[in-house]
C-alpha cells in the first residue's frame, strides 16, 4: 500500500512538473508567435523615430529592404508595405505603429507575400502586409525583426494614400527604371512629348544613372511640373541584372529591380491619377481610332463594365531601318544624342507562335499587384485591346534582324502627331540642349 502511494506521489508530482512546463513553453510560444496584434505602451515613448529618407531602405538582419507602406482598406483595414525580399532569407517580419497622442505601441505580425514572378532571381518585389489598429490612424510605421524592438531607436515610414485624394490628374505615366548612364535624349524627348500630346498630365522615373545632358532635359521637365523623378539607387543595395531572367544573368534582382518600381508606381498613384500608364521610354500606346487616350480610354470602357486593365500588343519599329522619303530627317536634331522617331515607321510582322508582350493602361485601384506584362492580382478584368484600337510603338534594335525589308509593314501612324510634336521638341531643345 504504502509503495503504491509514494508511486502516485511521484506520478503527481512527475504531472504536475510536466504541465507546469507545458505552461510555460505555451505562454512562451504564444508570446513570440501570437498572430493576435497587441498593443503596449513604451515608456516615455513619444513616436519620435527618425523619418526614413531615401527610396530604399535596408531593415537590418533581415534580407528585407523598404521602399515604403501604403494603407490600402479596400479588403480591410492594412498597411501595404512595398519592399524587397529574399525569398528565402527573409525573416519574420513585424509592423510597429504607433497610434498619437498617447504613444501607444501597436505591433502587429506581417504577412510577407513574395510576388510570383521572381523570374528565378533570389531577390523580388514584395508586400508585407499587417493589419492597423482599429482605434487609430497611424501616420507612420516602423518595420522590425523583433516585435519589442523601442520604436524610437527604429527608422519610420510615412504611411501614403491615407488621405485619398481624388484624381487631381487623368493620366500618369510609369516609366520603370532609367539606368546605365542613359543617354537617349532625342527619343525621351519625343517620347515625354507623344505622352503629353496623347493625353498625360504626368510622367514618374525612377532614374539610377544617366548622362549629364540627359539631366538637363529631367530637370526642365521636373520644373515643368510633368516629370516626378524618383531616385532608384538600387545598385548601391544589390547586383542587379540587366536581363530579366536569372538563368540570363546570376545576379541578385533582376532588371534593376523594375518590377517593385512599377508596384510602387501604381499605389503612388492610386488616388492622384484616374489610369496609369505601365510602359518604358522607347514604348508609346499609340491609338488608331482615336485622337488621344482620354477618347479612346472612354470608348473601351465604355465596351467593357467592370475591366480595370487594357492590354497592348507590343510592336517592334526597328531603329535600322529608316524610310526612303526621309521627309523628318531634321538637320538640327542631328546634334541631339540619340534616336529619332519620325524616322522610323516600319514595324516587324508578327512571328508564327510567338505572343507580342503587352503593356497596359490601368485604373490603378483596381490593382493589387502588377507584373511587367501583365496584373498578378486585380479586382477587375483585363481587356486584349485589338490591334485596329491602338498597339504598342516600340522604337528599339530589331528583334528579327535579318528580315528582309520588304517583309516589315509601312505604319505611319506616329505621322499624324507630326506637327505638334516637332514644335513641342524644337522648344524643348531650344531651352535645354542647344
Ligand atoms: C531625414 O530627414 C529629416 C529632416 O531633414 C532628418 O531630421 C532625419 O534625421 C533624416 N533621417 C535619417 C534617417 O537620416
Ligand atoms: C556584389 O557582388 C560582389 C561579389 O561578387 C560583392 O563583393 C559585393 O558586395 C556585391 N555588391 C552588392 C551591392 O551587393
Ligand atoms: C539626314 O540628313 C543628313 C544631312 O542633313 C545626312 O547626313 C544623314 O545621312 C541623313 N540621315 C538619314 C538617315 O537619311
Ligand atoms: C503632318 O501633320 C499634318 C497635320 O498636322 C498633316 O497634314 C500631314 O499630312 C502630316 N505629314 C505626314 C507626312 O504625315
Not at 540570363?248 to 503612388?268: E, F, V
Not at 505604319?411 to 506637327?419: A, E, G, L, P, Q
Request: proline residues 5%; hydrophobic residues 40%.
Amino acid at each position: 500500500m504504502l509503495c503504491c502511494k509514494r508511486k502516485l506521489y511521484q506520478v503527481a508530482a512527475a504531472c504536475t512538473c510536466a504541465f507546469t512546463l507545458m505552461m510555460i513553453l505555451s505562454y512562451l510560444w504564444t508570446q513570440r508567435h501570437s498572430l493576435q496584434p497587441k498593443i503596449t505602451t513604451q515608456e516615455g515613448n513619444l513616436c519620435r523615430g527618425e523619418s526614413a529618407n531615401n527610396t530604399i531602405t535596408a531593415i537590418k538582419d533581415t534580407n528585407t529592404f523598404i521602399i515604403a507602406p501604403y494603407f490600402d482598406n479596400r479588403k480591410s483595414k492594412i498597411t501595404r508595405v512595398i519592399g524587397i525580399v529574399h525569398h528565402e532569407k527573409v525573416k519574420d517580419l513585424f509592423c510597429l505603429f504607433c497610434c498619437q497622442p498617447n504613444g501607444e505601441i501597436y505591433v502587429s505580425k506581417a504577412a510577407i507575400d513574395v510576388h510570383s514572378d521572381r523570374f528565378g532571381f533570389p531577390y523580388g518585389a514584395a508586400d508585407l502586409l499587417c493589419s492597423e489598429p482599429q482605434n487609430c490612424d497611424p501616420n507612420f510605421v516602423s518595420i522590425n525583426w523583433d516585435p519589442k524592438g523601442n520604436i524610437d531607436q527604429l527608422p519610420r515610414f510615412e504611411i501614403k494614400n491615407r488621405k485619398a485624394e481624388i484624381f487631381p490628374v487623368e493620366f500618369t505615366v510609369c516609366i520603370s527604371t532609367m539606368f546605365g548612364n542613359y543617354n537617349n535624349v532625342l527619343q525621351f524627348i519625343q517620347s515625354i512629348e507623344m505622352y503629353k500630346i496623347l493625353g498625360a498630365q504626368k510622367v514618374i522615373i525612377y532614374k539610377n544613372s544617366c548622362s549629364k545632358l540627359m539631366e538637363k532635359a529631367l530637370e526642365f521637365y521636373i520644373a515643368e511640373g510633368t516629370i516626378e523623378l524618383i531616385p532608384w539607387p538600387i545598385t548601391s543595395y544589390f547586383n542587379v541584372s540587366s536581363y530579366w531572367h536569372f538563368s540570363q544573368d546570376t545576379k541578385d534582382i533582376g532588371y534593376y529591380g523594375q518590377i517593385t518600381a512599377l508596384n510602387d508606381c501604381i499605389y503612388r498613384n492610386m488616388y492622384r491619377s484616374k489610369f496609369v500608364l505601365l510602359n518604358d521610354i522607347d514604348e508609346i500606346i499609340l491609338p488608331f481610332k482615336h485622337p488621344d487616350w482620354k477618347i479612346m480610354m472612354s470608348s473601351l470602357q465604355e465596351q467593357n463594365p467592370g475591366a480595370g486593365i487594357f492590354l497592348f500588343e507590343n510592336h517592334i519599329f526597328p531603329i535600322t531601318l529608316y524610310d526612303s522619303t526621309d521627309i523628318f530627317n531634321i538637320t538640327s536634331w542631328n546634334a541631339v544624342p540619340g534616336v529619332n522617331i519620325l524616322q522610323h515607321i516600319h514595324r516587324e510582322p508578327d512571328r508564327k507562335n510567338v505572343f507580342n508582350p503587352k503593356k497596359m493602361i490601368v485604373d490603378p485601384r483596381k490593382v493589387v499587384q502588377t507584373s511587367v506584362h501583365s496584373i498578378l492580382h486585380a479586382y477587375g478584368d483585363s481587356v486584349n485591346v485589338p490591334i485596329d484600337v491602338a498597339l504598342v510603338y516600340h522604337c528599339r534594335k530589331p528583334i528579327q534582324e535579318k528580315l528582309p525589308r520588304e517583309s516589315l509593314i509601312r505604319d505611319t501612324t506616329v505621322w499624324r502627331y507630326n506637327s505638334s510634336l516637332i514644335m513641342n521638341v524644337n522648344n524643348v531643345l531650344q531651352k535645354t540642349v542647344f
